[in-house]
């Protein structure tokens, strides 16, 4: 792509079109994700902690804070 093989209107439908085809397998992979955590509440305590964890990084205490 740096060399300039390709011009940028065949690269932006390329993106596009992995963007498209990727919708449908996306909804279905989170619908599933969602489900399943709902059905393993200790895995869904672990990632709620782990997420936590990682908003302390930046915030604090107070991970309820939002970005500015």
Same mark, same amino acid.
Do not use: C
């Given at each position: 792509? *740096? *060399?300039? =093989? @390709?011009? =940028? %209107?065949?690269?932006?439908? #390329? $993106?596009?079109?992995? !963007?498209? /085809?990727?919708? =449908? &397998? &996306?909804? #279905? $992979?989170?619908?599933?994700?969602? @489900?399943? !955590?709902?059905?393993?509440? $200790? &895995?869904? %305590? *672990? !990632?709620?902690?782990? !997420?936590?964890? #990682?908003?302390?990084?930046?915030?604090? /205490? %107070? #991970?309820?804070?939002?970005? *500015?």
């Amino acid at each position: 792509m *740096k *060399k300039g =093989d @390709y011009s =940028d %209107d065949f690269l932006q439908h #390329v $993106a596009l079109n992995f !963007i498209l /085809a990727g919708r =449908d &397998t &996306t909804s #279905v $992979a989170l619908s599933w994700f969602f @489900y399943l !955590i709902m059905q393993n509440p $200790a &895995t869904e %305590d *672990k !990632i709620l902690r782990e !997420i936590g964890g #990682v908003l302390m990084e930046p915030r604090g /205490a %107070d #991970v309820s804070q939002s970005r *500015k």
